[in-house]
């Protein structure tokens, strides 16, 4: 089945500890996106990529890094976790077509003690 | 940057309209999209309007004013399953493929 996957589906990390959320994309989609969504709020970019070998910062970039060795994943790395990214993290992908329609992964439950 | 407005909650009874408002400030204008979140589950798209003018999907309508910054959502014979919160995003400028997503509105449709 076409789409997006991301592991783990929830996590419980000591603070402090290496973490990597990962993401991967079947429909060749040119650019990929991190978004992490507190409670009772909106969606907020993390990290993006146009295209393989290319990344950008979003708005709260802070505490997280992404690479883009491929098309089809997009790891999003918390090199030293701290209580205040505990969130629930969705990976997107889009086509780049004519709109930017965005197409979400399942999401991951972190939660940082 | 970006400022996106939309109510945060709203209370509809089933097989009723509802109509859920999105006000945005922003530097320059290159589309507007409705996703559909339900608790728990990813956001999944429901339209796109980047021309004025009412675009109609099914039972879902969108509407789109560029110079009063505006647009809603249109939700007619509503259903229990549309209990949801329903996301603005406004598509930025930069071609860059980012979106800027408002805090949704969490819409409740009661018997």
């Known amino acids: 089945i076409a789409g997006i996957t991301q592991a783990p589906t929830s996590q419980i990390l000591a603070a402090g500890r290496r973490m990597t959320l990962r993401c991967t994309q079947d429909?060749?989609?040119?650019?990929m996106y991190w978004y992490r969504q507190d409670l009772g709020l909106g969606l907020r970019l993390i990290h993006y990529?146009?295209?393989?070998?290319?990344?950008g910062k979003g708005e709260v970039p802070d505490g997280y890094s992404v690479s883009r060795a491929n098309t089809d994943d997009f790891p999003l790395t918390l090199a030293s976790a701290v209580p205040s990214q505990t969130s629930v993290y969705f990976c997107?992908?889009?086509?780049?077509?004519?709109?930017?329609?965005?197409?979400f992964g399942p999401g991951t439950r972190l939660t940082v003690l | 940057g970006q400022n996106i407005d939309q109510p945060t909650e709203m209370t509809a009874t089933e097989g009723a309209i509802v109509q859920i408002n999105c006000t945005y400030q922003?530097?320059?204008?290159?589309?507007l999209f409705w996703y559909q979140q339900h608790a728990g589950e990813a956001p999944t798209f429901l339209s796109y309007n980047v021309l004025d003018g009412l675009e109609e999907k099914g039972r879902f309508s969108s509407f789109l004013s560029r110079s009063k910054g505006y647009s809603y959502l249109l939700l007619k014979e509503l259903q229990m399953k549309d209990s949801a919160s329903y996301l603005c995003a406004v598509r930025d400028v930069d071609n860059a493929g980012k979106s800027t997503f408002g805090d949704g509105t969490t819409l409740t449709v009661k018997p």
């Open positions: 429909m060749r989609h040119n650019a």
């Open positions: 990529s146009n295209t393989a070998g290319t990344t």
């Open positions: 997107a992908s889009s086509d780049r077509g004519d709109t930017d329609t965005q197409y």
């Open positions: 922003t530097s320059g204008f290159n589309g």
